[in-house]
Each structure stands twice: as C-alpha cells, then as structure tokens.
C-alpha cells in the first residue's frame, strides 16, 4: 500500500468533510435554529452549532492557504500577531464604547423601564477592562518595537 495515496485519501476526505459537508450542515442548523424561533422555543444552541460549523470549513481553508504558501511557521505568527493586534486595537475600544453607552442608559434608568436590570456597575467594570488589555497590547507592542536586543 502506497503511503501517497493514503494521505490524498485523507486529504480528500478533510476537504469533503471541510468544504462540502459542513457548509450544508450549518444551514440545517440555522433551519432548525429558526424553526424553534418560530415554537417560542431556545435556538441560540442551533445558531451558536451553524457557527460553529461554518468555522471548521473556514479554519480549513485558513489551513490549506499556509500550506500552499510554504513554510507557514513565520506566516502563521504574523498572521496571529495581525488578528490580536486588530481584536485588541479596534474591537475592544469599541465594544468598551458599547458598554459604557449601555452603563449610561442603565444609570438613566433606561434599562429598568424596559425590564433589563440596573447591573450598570458591570458595564463599566467590563469598559475599563476592555480599555485596559487594549492599552497593555499598545504598550506590549511598543516595548516590542522600541526594543533592540531583547531583555536586559
């Protein structure tokens, strides 16, 4: 038995399971999601599985493209280092952004009339967290640039 054509017949499996099956199975899951929706019945487990699965087919082909690309250990960590540089220097300023409008509405009173409840305390608590570990990634990545030789 060829050991090649082993690994083709793995590889072609991931790539069915990966592109083909999962894809149609995250729309049977937002079916269903919206089908119990429909009930008055919990479907946030269906939506969170269709992401889930649309993950994996993504995650595959984030996969195939380092593989295409080459030796992909330097290419995976700038690639690491791009979506942690964005998640914490846009997302995280703007989801504090969020919360503290959510801890104003919650202070003004706005969060009781609608039933939500007074936890205002938390959405600050949450914003200041969030504008912290963008700051300290900031800071990170300025120790990282101004640095020269390593760790003194």
């Known amino acids: 038995m060829n050991s090649g054509s082993f690994d083709q017949?793995?590889?072609?499996?991931?790539n069915w399971l990966g592109n083909g099956i999962m894809p149609v199975l995250a729309a049977l899951m937002i079916a269903m999601g919206i089908y119990c929706f429909s009930r008055g019945?919990?479907?946030?487990?269906?939506?969170?599985g269709a992401l889930g699965s649309l993950s994996v087919s993504g995650l595959l082909r984030l996969a195939e493209a380092f593989a295409r690309q080459g030796s992909g250990s330097g290419q995976l960590f700038q690639a690491l280092l791009t979506l942690t540089d964005w998640i914490c220097?846009?997302?995280?300023p703007v989801y504090a952004g969020l919360e503290v409008v959510r801890a104003v509405l919650g202070v003004s009173g706005v969060g009781s009339r609608l039933n939500i409840g007074d936890d205002?305390?938390?959405h600050v608590v949450v914003a200041f967290a969030a504008l912290s570990c963008s700051g300290l990634i900031r800071l990170?990545?300025?120790?990282?640039?101004?640095?020269?030789?390593g760790v003194a």
């Open 89 to 92: 220097n846009v997302i995280l």
């Open 41 to 48: 019945r919990d479907f946030e487990r269906w939506i969170w």
């Open 140 to 149: 990170l990545e300025h120790f990282v640039s101004a640095g020269t030789g």
């Open 9 to 14: 017949g793995i590889l072609n499996m991931t």
């Open 120 to 122: 205002w305390l938390r």
